[in-house]
């Protein structure tokens, strides 16, 4: 088993930062894939960024140049950091792990972005 829990999200207004950070814990080792997603009202979840063990990383589109993912191994930590925050980034946003068998979730931090 693996426990992920996110920290982080709040209200910031368009143009600002946000660092979200989830701290890993349990069986660990297993797991070859790391990511955040996000769910917006109304919509499906989608990946926003991904990072696997060799350290390769992928973006949706709408948050390249923006938005960093990044780990720490010594931590049992994943981070996102985003910069330009825009109103349609406004969602919950959600750390997740995989290994062969599953994938597991955080509970969710929510991220709100003003215009």
């Known amino acids: 088993q693996v426990q992920l829990v996110e920290s982080g999200g709040g209200l910031v207004q368009a143009g600002g930062s946000l660092r979200l950070s989830c701290a890993a814990s349990?069986?660990?080792?297993?797991?070859n894939a790391w990511g955040w997603h996000r769910q917006a009202p109304g919509k499906q979840r989608e990946l926003v960024?991904?990072?696997?063990?060799?350290?390769?990383?992928n973006y949706a589109d709408s948050v390249k140049g923006r938005f960093t993912i990044s780990r720490d191994n010594d931590k049992n930590s994943l981070y996102l950091q985003m910069n330009s925050l825009k109103p349609e980034d406004t969602a919950v946003y959600y750390c997740?792990?995989?290994?062969?068998?599953?994938?597991?979730w955080g509970q969710g931090t929510q991220v709100t972005v003003s215009s």
């Open positions: 997740a792990a995989s290994n062969l068998r599953r994938n597991y």
């Open positions: 960024a991904g990072i696997r063990s060799a350290g390769r990383t």
């Open positions: 349990g069986s660990i080792l297993s797991i």
